[in-house]
């Protein structure tokens, strides 16, 4: 779509979108490939990008497109070395109820990931909180997410006080 594109370019020329106003079903889920693309092009873009979704077939959905990115990056050496110079798997995590968090995006805090999770598992992250995270990890979890990260915030409109929390607490340096 013509405004892929225009959002690779964007990212590109360092140049990151507060919102984008996309209709259903036109390839939202395609930021994380343009993220991706972006990035190992050398673009100044945040290492980590975080697509929360406000219901679970949609977070399943968009793990799909997160681990098939993973394996197109593991496919193309060129690609694999520019994100990973290190080696290893692009992190790809999946936060949501009835799913344990592989916690591969935590690992090297240096190395682009992909989070996909639902409003209440990133939300409770950033906040200090966190199901099923111990104490100790919070405050690291919350960091992470709130540093160096893009967020794509799907279906935004059906969200307000999460978008809110997002200004507040991301975008207020």
Do not use: C
Not at 50 to 75: F, G, H, I, K, P
Not at 135 to 153: E, K
């Amino acid at each position: 779509f013509p405004w892929q594109t225009r959002l690779l370019q964007r990212m590109r020329d360092g140049d990151i979108p507060r919102s984008l106003d996309v209709p259903t079903g036109l390839g939202k889920t395609a930021t994380m490939a343009i993220w991706l693309v972006a990035r190992a092009l050398g673009a100044r873009v945040p290492t980590r990008l975080v697509y929360v979704v406000d219901r679970r077939a949609v977070v399943d959905q968009a793990t799909d497109v997160a681990a098939n990115l993973r394996s197109w990056v593991a496919e193309t050496p060129s690609i694999q070395e520019a994100l990973l110079p290190s080696g290893g798997a692009l992190p790809v995590s999946t936060l949501r109820g009835q799913f344990v968090d592989n916690r591969e995006w935590l690992e090297d805090p240096s190395t682009p990931a992909i989070v996909v999770g639902t409003i209440d598992m990133i939300g409770s992250r950033l906040l200090f909180e966190g199901y099923r995270a111990s104490r100790r990890i919070r405050p690291y979890m919350a960091g992470l997410l709130g540093q160096d990260t893009l967020f794509v915030l799907d279906e935004a409109h059906l969200v307000p006080p999460f978008e809110r929390l997002l200004e507040r607490v991301v975008l207020d340096d």
